[in-house]
């Protein structure tokens, strides 16, 4: 990729940042991961064709030019709340995702620190996708281990931090908070 193609994809980001809370790429990742999907479902669900959603995804493309997708990635947005708080079943999403599938309408995405639980606390597993959503809006996951491997000698508990919020899976970031926790 040469400069100007970097420059396009850093600015198409930055534009998917301010239209939609974060990179696409990374809000796409953690449904793909909450929701136990791959790209060629997610973008079925969403009504995009594959190679749409990579351009999504990958800063090529920065908006999402039809307002039934975008609504459909808050409904997604919003299952993968509840299947993390537990209120729904992995069964109970699969049946929920085709109703989303077939889903029309227009809306605008809520950032995703918004969702809580009728509580109004965020769930724990909201709360370490901001973190990971942090982490990884700075740095690449191979320079994030880089970075806890250079401090793990001197400071292996930061180093651990960097590495599982930083690079692992949500899943292992939920233990993890939740095993920090008094």
């Given at each position: 990729?040469?400069?100007a193609?970097?420059?396009?994809?850093?600015?198409?980001?930055?534009?998917?940042?301010?239209?939609y809370?974060?990179?696409?790429?990374?809000?796409?990742?953690?449904?793909?991961?909450?929701?136990?999907?791959?790209?060629?479902?997610?973008?079925?669900?969403?009504?995009?064709?594959?190679?749409?959603?990579?351009?999504l995804?990958?800063?090529?493309?920065a908006?999402?030019?039809?307002?039934?997708?975008?609504?459909?990635?808050?409904?997604?947005?919003?299952?993968?709340?509840?299947?993390a708080?537990?209120?729904?079943?992995?069964?109970?999403?699969?049946d929920r995702?085709?109703?989303?599938k077939?889903?029309?309408?227009?809306?605008?995405?809520?950032?995703?620190?918004?969702?809580?639980?009728?509580?109004g606390?965020?769930?724990?597993?909201r709360?370490?996708?901001?973190?990971?959503?942090?982490?990884?809006s700075?740095?690449?996951?191979?320079?994030?281990?880089?970075?806890a491997?250079?401090?793990a000698?001197?400071?292996?508990?930061?180093?651990?931090?960097l590495r599982?919020?930083?690079a692992?899976?949500?899943?292992d970031?939920v233990?993890?908070?939740?095993?920090?926790?008094?």
């Amino acid at each position: 990729m040469d400069a100007a193609q970097q420059e396009a994809t850093a600015r198409a980001r930055e534009l998917q940042r301010s239209w939609y809370g974060e990179p696409l790429g990374a809000l796409f990742r953690r449904l793909i991961d909450d929701l136990g999907l791959n790209q060629a479902r997610l973008a079925a669900v969403l009504g995009l064709s594959a190679p749409m959603l990579s351009q999504l995804m990958s800063g090529q493309r920065a908006k999402i030019g039809n307002p039934a997708v975008v609504q459909r990635v808050q409904a997604l947005q919003e299952l993968a709340g509840q299947v993390a708080d537990g209120s729904i079943s992995a069964g109970e999403a699969t049946d929920r995702m085709e109703e989303i599938k077939k889903s029309q309408g227009g809306s605008v995405l809520t950032s995703t620190g918004q969702t809580t639980t009728t509580g109004g606390a965020p769930t724990v597993r909201r709360v370490v996708r901001e973190i990971q959503s942090l982490l990884r809006s700075v740095a690449a996951a191979g320079d994030i281990i880089d970075a806890a491997d250079s401090l793990a000698p001197a400071h292996p508990e930061l180093a651990e931090f960097l590495r599982v919020y930083g690079a692992g899976r949500t899943a292992d970031a939920v233990a993890h908070y939740e095993g920090h926790q008094s």
